[in-house]
Structures are given as structure tokens and as C-alpha cells.
């Protein structure tokens, strides 16, 4: 599987944010759906995720002028979703299960092994802002267990041989 | 059974509209647009079709609950949140057969007159958000989804809308109110979303397996759907199996079949070799089964009947290596970070309930805490909060603690008083600011 | 209209009031926290559970409209009582043992339901690390508001203020479950004109009054139902005070006008009301200025008047009711002077009434509604300059603040000629230029009323007076709203209200009718003579009520 690794504008570039003419076609197509524009705060969001990698205060500015919400209640929303980065992220976002069957079925072992190798606990970023790792609730996919999201997607069946050789790989391209 | 809703499963292309219109797809929704929209819910009502994401509220009765002369726009929710622990069956769905899903969205349209409908899926399904995407673009292309579908006057548009990661929005309000661009708070009830909804306007808002079953419905009858089963627990459902099987996926089986068929014969049985110990039946939110209750039937009667609940058919088992103290711990964890915060029992009870579950699991258990978490239990539910999910921990947790009592017991037993910090003398930090009094 | 029973008690409401308030009515308190008679409601807090006759689960007094015939236990249900006692037992669970140094102490809802719902026999099960937010501990979030987040019972009531009364959705949840804290757009800071309503709608210590704190404690407070001076609105406050100093206004009820809101620069106009520059009559005689005492001083300034031609009197838009009548009675009508009322516009206020409607206003005087309506010359600063341009003689100024010209150099210049006589209580270059002087005391130590903008007469009560200053009425009673009581501290010194030196004036120059010996005297007497006030009546104005709903904090007096 090809992950695309996140590029993460930096807090600088992030500091005021203007949508630019694509930005805007795809915000077009948007707010037709909804009878509200404060409904298009999830979806313009994830589009701003995409775009400049993490949503940064300039960034919620931005979508709260764009659809006539106070920046408060814009970052409110933000905080409220685990999945809306407020901070640059690495270049792989390792999003471990940890509930239930994931714990159960290997998942603890894989923790463990995470933390040995990449020398990091939950919630941190590798010096070389390759891996950040993240422990996050059942994903959907118990079947497989253990699992583990990476950036969009789901790696399942894991073991730690399989896991070491998906990140020799990911820290190879970087 | 011969598979009804996963029969796509394993047939090459099963996502393309091509494979599915060559299975016969879209016939039940041509048929729906001739019955007219009462005659369809008529025919959901006669199956005893109930809804497949927990609650197992019969659905063509919630369909009819959307006001007849309400003068504005009316909604349908597909509610593909899928993040109840132990079930991924939706995702299974999505995966071999998202046109299934479609027609099914477009006939419950329909039926109760909706133009617009959402399908709500969790921001971590990223992949089968794509897919619907392009099953709903397919169907576009043919005019089975858009203005005057096939020539019946009838418009549909259909809009995927991505959450972003928290299991509360799978409770229905919560979930308009994350399609209206809030926190997922939900919402007091009443009133229901069939009178006030998504944008303040008439929403039914159903699973996606639930809504999967109803173009089968429609092209092979309700009588026949309420053959399978037994009376008002009909149709296939979709079992999910993880944890300790040797065959842990997603089982196609007729509501009422037993969980040790499910998990010996389906799922291979306790992996290992090893016995099983517990199990959930439907989800982390339902009060957990011991093995002695394994031959409970597979329904949502029977399941209620044993003191615990079908819900989503999301089956996790625990086999004899497992302490179920941690797992009254793991469950306390998913909650407490899974809780909204708005009202008091839920935000402080998830949350003390995890500290004491977790000082238990440290070795500093005392004699207080089983009864301490029953009574945390016991007030955060049956009508405690503003929504179930006070509910959906506190009976595990409770079921848990007086299922096993002896093993909290034999951890508190063996426990050591928590180290007590020495206290250290603060070093002074200044004078108070004053604020500039 | 439904009839219901509630504890034992009949009570019959308007369709659609829900149950704490028909609880209200029927004498019954039902605990709540969330829930604000003027914001939408919730039911988040989850402490007004109640039972109703017939149904299994227990209901919610917030969110449950009233229906005929129901049933309602508060008290009589032990199932609704312990579901309150184990919530309260849920909120203090991670709440602070602040109360010695949370000013809230006093006028805290937690504190006060805690007492009611939690039996003396209750201890809580509580013994886990309580959580924390470091860092939000002492944090001071805009210019009048200090936020203790550890403190917060997550009840949303200052969030919906912003978003729903003063609209600027300047606060915020933030996060989820346990670790949810309130905050405003990237720790900015809380930009908002009617900021502090939002620590007054906080029923904890989270959020607190800057200005006010650690100042005093909330019980020893008397609270003087009032009328806001900062601008024509009229809001309907209380004067909070102890030992005659004034601690802080408080917005006090008035659905019409400002439902249970006050605005920031209203709100802030009570510190400077314990300014007291000038405690004694001052003459400046011979090139000297000596301190006098009022017999003196009204017997001179009585002894200018009668020989006055060419008396010009600068009133005040400031002024109450009572004294611009007093003024226009003995200054224009008696001594055929000619009198001037200055007005300036201000910075444009608003205010939110209880049907959310907006008001709005840009006159920064209490009172130009009740000048104008009594006859009086409105006059801008031009107007006024060439006013006192045009007097050589006797010039009265009741209120030096009336005006900012008055400050001005040449507004000085001209008051140095002839004889000048001024009332004044703040610091102000007119003093300086004055032949007579006397110290008028704040609108704390006043009584009388205000006409809004919108044409409501309003009265405001006298929090307390100068020490030795009594006045009694024509009974000789000491009058109701004053209580005299000489105590050693407070603004010291012998201001006197403008009203009590206008009737003793009219008594030394032989006005008899305006010999009055209170307020309530000079309105019984305006209502008869003057189309304005014609019907009114001093003892049924509106402007005093203090509705119970909303007196959620106990004190003394």
C-alpha cells in the first residue's frame, strides 16, 4: 500500500490564510448542499486538512470569515474531532488501536514494540518528523485486529514483523 | 442461509454499478417509485425490519413517524458512523457492495419524502467514503440519483459528509449536529428527529445495514423477509466476530441463531484451543455475557430477556487468559475519551470510573471500589443523561463487576495503598497578580 | 392554562412554562444549574431531576413544559432525591475546595444546592486525583473577567450568553468529556462589550469580576436597587456595598429594559462613585477659600439669590427627575432665572431586553428624557457657551460633569465673573472657579428618579448618606430608603443630594410649597403640577422590584 505522507505547511505559512481559486471551486461545490453554510464547517475543514496538512488558528479564521461563524465557535468544532490536526504533524501519523479486540489480539505487543523502536510515547513526533504516534479508539475494522491507521489508511492483520517492514518502508521514502 | 446482504462477496467488480445492475440492483427501487411512498413503508412496516445499528426500534414505524403535512424539506440520514467496539460490518457492506447501500438510501428517501439525504460515515473510513462516492456518481450517471429520477418526478441528491473522529456521533441528534456543523452534542428528546431533525426538518436517520436490507424488501416481499427469523426479529443480520475465534469476520445469518453457533461454527470456535471465558453480544455498550450464557439466542427479544442487548451484533469473545478487571478498564477508557462532556453524570462518571478501574489495574485497588463504581454506574443511566452513552458504560462496566465480582475482590485483596506523594514545600510563586487592582 | 400539583401544592400556569418555573409559582424550588430564565435551555446539568406521577424515568424541570393535571414531585420523591444528591456528588467530585478564596462564596449555586440536596449524613465516594487545567487556574481572559477553569461545572451558560445575548460567540468549549475547558478564539482575549455578564451568569467561581476581586465578600453586601447612570437606557442595576463603600453594580431584573444584563461600561461606572473630592461647603471670600458649614453657606448663597438679576442656572442631564423640577420650579418659575440643560452625545451603548430585543442609545445622560419632558432648554456646547456668555451675574451650576465645556478654559473664564456657585463631588477645574461650593454626594448616597429614553420613569434608591446628613419626612419619619447609621468610615465629610439643598433654599427664601422634606415629596408634588409625571405615583413606579426568581445570592438586609 502507497501511503501519501502529509506535508504540513509550516506555523508561519499558516498564519493567514487565504483560499485560492481551487480552494474556492471545491468550496463551490460545497454549499450547495446544505441549507446552511455553517454546515459546510466539517467538510471545508477536512478540505483545509488536506490542503495545507493541519489546521492552524489562520486556518480557522479563514473558514470562520468564509462561512460567517465567529473563530471561536470554528475552533471549538476543531477541538472537538480527535481527527483535525492543531499542529504540524509528521509525515506519518501512526494511529494505533487500543481498545478491545486490537488490545487483545496482539495490539499491546504492537504498542510496545512502537515505543521501543521509534524511541517515543503516545502523542509525540520522532526528531526526524517522520512517525508520530497516536493511540486512538476502536477503528472499525475489529475483524482485523490489530489495526493501525496510517495517515488514511487501515493496516490490518498486523504482527510486529509485518509492522517493522511498513515502517522500514515509510522511513525509507522519507 | 444463502447470503442476501453480502452476496457480492467474493464476485469479481462487485462495486461497479455494471455488476450490480446485472444482479438484478436498482429493480427494487424502479418498483418503490411505482408503489408510492406509503406502500413502501407499508411493506418495510409488514417485514418487522428493525433498525440494525443498536437501538433495534422497528423501522418502518419510524419512517411513518415523519409528519404527513409537514409543508417543508424532509431528510434521510445514513448513519455509517460504524464506531461501536466489535462492529465493522457496515464497512463490509460498503466494501463489496455500495449500490446496495445507495438503493437502499434512495427507496427510504422515497418513502418518506426526502430530496436530500446524507450518509454520515466516520472520518477514519476514508477509503469506503470514496467508494460510496463514486457508487453515488455512478448512480448519477444512470439517473437513479438526481433530478426526476426515472422519470417520476421524484429528485434525489445524495451526499457523502465525513465525521472526524468521535464515536458520539454515531447517536443520532449528535449526528445532526454534526452535519449542521457542530460538536456532536445530542440533542434532548423530545422532540424526535422525525418531527424536528437535521436543520430543524422532519430526519429519519438509519444504519447502513438497515437500510441495505430494504431493496430486498421491496423486490422480494416482506412475508419473505419475515420468514427468516422469528416474529418481529426477521431478516438476515450480519454478525461481526472478533477477539478470541480462530475465524474472527463479519457472519450473514438469520436473527435468532445461537451465539455458541456463531462462534463454534461460524467463527471456528475459541482460539488456541482454549475456553471461552466472556463475551460481548452486541457491542462494548451491552452488558457483558459469561460463557454459561453462550446458548442465548441472537436477537433482540432474547438478548433483552438475558438481562443484555443485541445491538449492533458486534460480538467480541474473551477466551480464559483474559482478567476481565482490565476489561472493565479498557471499556471505561473508550467511553471516558469518547464522552461529549455536555452533561454532568457521563463527563465526571466515564471519567472516575476510569480512574478507579485504572488504580484497580495499578495494584491500588480498595474494598470501597466495586460498589463505588456500581453506584457511578447506577447514576449514570436509565434516564440519568441526555443520551445513551451513559448507558453504553455504564452496564457493561456494572455487568462486569457483579459478574466478576471475585476477581475484583481477589485484586483488591492483593493490593498496596497508593504511593503516597510526599508533599513537597512549594517554592513561593509570587504574589498573587492582582490584576492590576 | 394548565393546572397542576406540585409537592402537595396546586398551582395554575401559563401553557408552555416549564416546570421549575411553575415550581416557582407554587412555592417550590427545584435546583438548577444550567438552566437561565433568558437563554435557551439544555439540560445539561441534570441537577433539577424531578418525578412525575406515571412516568418511570425521572423528568427534567428545565425542559418539561407544564401539562394539566400532572403530578410533580420535588421534595416528596425519594427517587428524585437521591438522583440529585448523586449529581451534586458527580459535580463536586472534581471541584476545587476553593470556597475560602473563590469569591463566589456567598452567592455560589454550587455551594447552595450542595447544602439543600446533600443530606449531613452524605460523604462523597470520591477519592481519586482531582483533574486539573494548569495553567487556567488564574487567568485573565479579557479586561473584567478572571477565569478559573478548575473550578467549572461545564454548564454552558457563558457560552450561550455570548452567542445568544451579546452575540459575539467570543467563548467557547474546547476539547471533549472531562478534559472539556472553556476558552475564547486562540487564548485571545474576550472581546465583548457585556463581558462580565458572563461571570454574573457563571453559577460557580470560574469565571469572576476582575474589578471585584478578593475585595469583599458577597454576604456582607447590602444590595440598593438602583438605576444605571452610564448612558439614556436606564438600566435597572443594584448598588452593592458595605460601610458606605460602593463595591460594584449588579444588574437587577427588568424584562423591559435590560432582562438580567449590564454592559461593561455601565457596570464600571461604580468605582468612581466613592469618589468624594469636596466633603465640606467652601467660600471663596477675600481671595481665600474657607470651609463653612451649611447653615452659613445656604444662607449666603439664599442672600444672592434674592438680590440676583441675571440668574442663569447650567442644570444637568445627570440630574434626577426631582432636581431638574426643584431647579425649574425655584431657579425659573420663583426667580425668573433662566436655565440651560447641556447635552453631548456619547459612544453608542446597547442592551438586550428580555424578548432579546436590542436597545440602543448614543445620549450618555441618565436622565435627558426627563429634562426634555419637563419643559427644559436642551442646549448643546455651543449653546451652552453663549449661555454663559450671556450671564454677568448669578450663575448656578448644579452638576460641573453636565458638559465637558464646562472644563474648558474658557467655560473658567467665564465662570470667574460674577458670583458662581457650584455643586460638585469629583475632582473638577469648575470648583476652583466657584464663589460658593458645595459637596453633593454620588448617585449612591441619592434617591429619586430617571426618565429612559424610552420614556420609563425609574426610580433609584439611596444606598446611604453622609454621616450626620438625615432627612426626615413631613411626618418626620427618618426616611425608608436611607439607613443612617453613623459609622466612622465611608465617604466622609457632609454632601449633601442637590434635592435636600434645593427645598432648604426654597424654605430660606420663603418658597413654601417647595419646602419638601424627601423625593417622594418633590415627585408627589411634580405628578400634580407637571403633564409629564400626571398618574404616577412615587410608591408604585416601577424600577425598585427585586424579583425573587432572580435574587440568586443570599445577603443581609
Known sequence: MSTRPIVAASPEALQIVTFDATMEARIAELLPRYPTRRAAILPLLWLCQERFGWISPGVVRAVAARLGESPAFVEGVVSFYTMYQTAPPARYVLQVCTTLSCAWCGGRELVAHLKERLGISFGEKTPDGVFQLVGVQCLGACGEAPVIQINDDYYENLDIAKLDAILDELAGRS | MEPVLLRARGVSDSRSIATYLAAGGYEGWKKALGMGPDAVTKEVLDSELRGRGGAGFPTGRKWSFVPKDHPGPRYLVCNADESEPGTFKDREIIEYDPHQVVEGVAIASFAIKANTAYIYIRGEFVRWARILEDAIAEARQRGFVGKNVMGSGFDLDVWVHRGAGAYICGEETALLESIEGKRGFPRLKPPFPAVVGVFGQPTVINNVETLACVPHIIVRGAAWFASIGRPKNTGPKLFCVSGHVNRPGVFELPLGVTFREIIEEHAGGVRGGRQLKAFFPGGSSAPILTAAEVDTMADFDACAAAGTMLGSGGIIVFDDTVDMVDVADNVAHFYAHESCGQCTPCREGSDWCMDILDRIVAGHGRPADPDTLLRICRFSSAGMTICPLGDAFALPISSIVNKYRSEFERRIASATPLPQKKQPVLPWAGPCPGFGI | ?557
Open chain 3, 1 to 557: 392554562m394548565p393546572k397542576l400539583t406540585i409537592d402537595g401544592h396546586e398551582v395554575e400556569v401559563a401553557a408552555g412554562t416549564n416546570l421549575i418555573e411553575a415550581a416557582r409559582a407554587a412555592g417550590v424550588a427545584i435546583p438548577y444549574f444550567c438552566y437561565h430564565p433568558y437563554l435557551t435551555v439544555v439540560g445539561q446539568c441534570r441537577i433539577c431531576m424531578v418525578e412525575i406521577a406515571g412516568q418511570p424515568r425521572l423528568a427534567l424541570g428545565c425542559s418539561t413544559p407544564a401539562a394539566d393535571g400532572m403530578v410533580v414531585k420535588v421534595e416528596t420523591s425519594e427517587r428524585a432525591r437521591e438522583a440529585r444528591e448523586a449529581v451534586m456528588e458527580f459535580l463536586l467530585a472534581n471541584h476545587p475546595l476553593d470556597c475560602p478564596v473563590c469569591d463566589q462564596a456567598g452567592e455560589c449555586l454550587l455551594q447552595d444546592h450542595s447544602m439543600r440536596e446533600q443530606g449531613s449524613e452524605f460523604a462523597t465516594h470520591m477519592t481519586e486525583t482531582r483533574r486539573t487545567f494548569p495553567g487556567y487556574e488564574r487567568r485573565l481572559i479579557g479586561p473584567h473577567v478572571v477565569q478559573n477553569q478548575n473550578r467549572c461545572i461545564h454548564c454552558s451558560r457563558c457560552i450561550r450568553f455570548t452567542r445568544e445575548i451579546s452575540g459575539t460567540a467570543a467563548l467557547t468549549y474546547k476539547s471533549r468529556g472531562n478534559s472539556t475547558f472553556i476558552d475564547t478564539f486562540d487564548g485571545s482575549a474576550f472581546d465583548d462589550p457585556m463581558s462580565a455578564c458572563a461571570a454574573d451568569v457563571c453559577p460557580v467561581g470560574a469565571l469572576t469580576v476582575r474589578e471585584f476581586r478578593f475585595r469583599k465578600r458577597s454576604w456582607k453586601l447590602l444590595s440598593t436597587p438602583s438605576v444605571c447612570p452610564g448612558c439614556s437606557i436606564g438600566c435597572n442595576i443594584f448598588i452593592d456595598h458595605h460601610e458606605r463603600v460602593v463595591y460594584r453594580f449588579t444588574p437587577r431584573e427588568n424584562p423591559a429594559i435590560n432582562a438580567t444584563w449590564l454592559c461593561d461600561h455601565g457596570r464600571f461606572l461604580a468605582e468612581p462613585l466613592n469618589e468624594q473630592a469636596y466633603l465640606d461647603p467652601q467660600h471663596r471670600t477675600g481671595g481665600q477659600t474657607i470651609r463653612v458649614g451649611w447653615g452659613e453657606a445656604l444662607a449666603g448663597i439664599a442672600a444672592e439669590l434674592k438680590d440676583a438679576s441675571g440668574l442663569r442656572v447650567v442644570a444637568s442631564a445627570n440630574l434626577s427627575n426631582e432636581e431638574l423640577f426643584l431647579a425649574r420650579e425655584l431657579f425659573g418659575r420663583h426667580l425668573k432665572g433662566e436655565i440651560a440643560v447641556p447635552v453631548a452625545p456619547g459612544e453608542p451603548r446597547k442592551m438586550r431586553n428580555g424578548k432579546g430585543e436590542w436597545l440602543h442609545a448614543t445620549d450618555p445622560h441618565a436622565n435627558s428624557a426627563g429634562a426634555r419632558r419637563l419643559g427644559l432648554d436642551l442646549v448643546d456646547g455651543e449653546g451652552l457657551s453663549r449661555f454663559l456668555y450671556g450671564g454677568a451675574g448669578l450663575t448656578l451650576i448644579l452638576d460641573p460633569g453636565a458638559h465637558p465645556f464646562l472644563a474648558s478654559p474658557e467655560a473658567l473664564q467665564l465662570l470667574r465673573v460674577g458670583t458662581t456657585v457650584v455643586w460638585a463631588r469629583r475632582e473638577h477645574p469648575a470648583a476652583h472657579a466657584a464663589t460658593w461650593l458645595l459637596p453633593t454626594p454620588s448617585l449612591a448616597g441619592n434617591e429619586g428618579t430617571f426618565t429612559s429614553s424610552a420614556g420609563a420613569v425609574q426610580r433609584f434608591a439611596q444606598a446611604f448618606a453622609a454621616p450626620g446628613t438625615v432627612h426626615r419626612t413631613a411626618t418626620g419619619a427618618m426616611s425608608p430608603s436611607c439607613p443612617t447609621i453613623a459609622v466612622p468610615w465611608g465617604p466622609p465629610g457632609e454632601a449633601r443630594p442637590l434635592w435636600l439643598t434645593l427645598t432648604a433654599l426654597a424654605r430660606e427664601l420663603g418658597v413654601p410649597p417647595l419646602d419638601l422634606a424627601s423625593p417622594a415629596d418633590v415627585f408627589a408634588l411634580m405628578a400634580r403640577k407637571d403633564k409629564a409625571f400626571a398618574g404616577l405615583a412615587w410608591e408604585t413606579l416601577g424600577g425598585l422590584q427585586q424579583h425573587e426568581s432572580f435574587r440568586e445570592r443570599q445577603h443581609v438586609g
